[in-house]
Each structure stands twice: as structure tokens, then as C-alpha cells.
């Protein structure tokens, strides 16, 4: 059996299955978005975003304090999102942060510097340089592009 026989025999078209639930496909991707998660993938996703949305103003919110409230270890956690969003926990929680301040710079007047403290950013400095590594433009410019 060849590999695009074995992927038309046990994977449907990608059109007819959903890969995360809404909330969690709007932050998130796959590392390979050929195979759909499992439920108890999408149910792991689907806690761990509201975890980080749990403590989304908390700049003490960390990895150990993830990990507990996920009642796992670090490091299965880490294996966990490294598997199926191809980020480390650290990345996982900010760019959760950082799509909601995307989401925030397009739909309030909030400063910067207000959105960057509002999500648990001890500096809007270090916010902005994460912003724009990771959404590609200055948080500035990019409210102004919206």
C-alpha cells in the first residue's frame, strides 16, 4: 500500500473535518494539518487556552504554574504543545497573548502600552519587539493598517 493510498483510505478530505474547535483555530495551527486532532487532542487545546486566558493579566503566570493547573509535568507539557502547535509552552503562552492583542489593537482604542499591561506584560517594550517578531509589524502600524 503506498502513502497516498493509505491517505485516502483513512483520511477524509481535509474540507470535512474540523481540526480545532472555534475559539482555539483562531490562535492556533497544526504542525502538520494533514491528520485531524483527536478529541482528546482538541479537548487538551481547548483547556490549555482557557487556562492561559485564566491568567491572562498574571506577568507571574509561567510554565511550572501552567503545568500544575494542566496537572501535568513540565516537560509532558512541553512534548504535548510541542506536538500539536509546534511551540514551546513559554511560545504558547505568548502567542496566545499576542493574537489577543492583535484582536484588541482592531477592535478598541486601547494604547499599546494599556494593551500590553492588560496581558500581563511587565514591559511594552518587550511586548512591542514580541509583537513584531511574531505578527511581523510594529503594534502601531499595525492598528494603523487595520
Known sequence: ????????????PRSQHKIYTEPVAEIFRIKNSLLPLSTYDQQFLAK??????????NPDFNTELFADEMCMSRVHLYRKLKTLTGESVSGFINMTRLKIAARLLKETDMSVKAIAYTLGFRDPKYFS????????????VYAGRI
Open 48 to 57: 490549555a487556552a482557557s487556562v492561559v486566558s485564566k491568567y491572562l493579566d
Open 129 to 140: 519587539r514580541c509583537f513584531k517578531r511574531k505578527i511581523g509589524y510594529q503594534p502601531t
Open 1 to 12: 500500500m503506498t502513502l497516498t493510498t493509505l491517505y485516502t483510505h483513512f483520511i477524509s
